[in-house]
Nanobody, 125 residues
Framework: QVHLVGSGGGSVQAGGSLRLSCTASLDTSSTYCMGWFRQAPGKEREGVATIRRGGGTTYADSVKGRFTISQDNARNTLYLQMNSLKPEDTAMYYC???????????????????WGQGTQVTVSS
């Protein structure tokens, strides 16, 4: 089972940028597909973006054109570049790894997903 450690969260003003990182304990390139999810207080966890083994990506409508998911397989690291941040992007962000569901671009928090510990993003108006 893969162990994930996320980092890079912080507090920014609306319109600002942040880059989240997530380092995996093993090489995920041939076994897992990766993604980012978020959960705001009082709300359900929701998918933000996923990346498949061939590099294909899926984004939630709310972040399309603003967020970019990428990965560096040599460093076992997943990234989420977040630009033009809005107050409604405020949430705990979790990186995710899954061998099947995320590989078809799924954005629901299904039980088979391996989760990182979360990193807080706060966007002020």
């Amino acid at each position: 089972q893969v162990h994930l450690v996320g980092s890079g969260g912080g507090s920014v003003q609306a319109g600002g940028s942040l880059r989240l990182s997530c380092t995996a304990s093993l090489d995920t390139s041939s076994t897992y597909c990766m993604g980012w999810f978020r959960q705001a207080p009082g709300k359900e966890r929701e998918g933000v973006a996923t990346i498949r083994r061939g590099g294909g990506t899926t984004y939630a409508d709310s972040v399309k054109g603003r967020f970019t998911i990428s990965q560096d397989n040599a460093r076992n690291t997943l990234y989420l570049q977040m630009n033009s941040l809005k107050p409604e992007d405020t949430a705990m962000y979790y990186c995710a790894a899954d061998p099947n569901y995320l590989c078809v671009g799924g954005l629901r928090p299904v039980p088979t997903i391996n989760w990182g510990q979360g990193t807080q993003v706060t966007v002020s108006s």
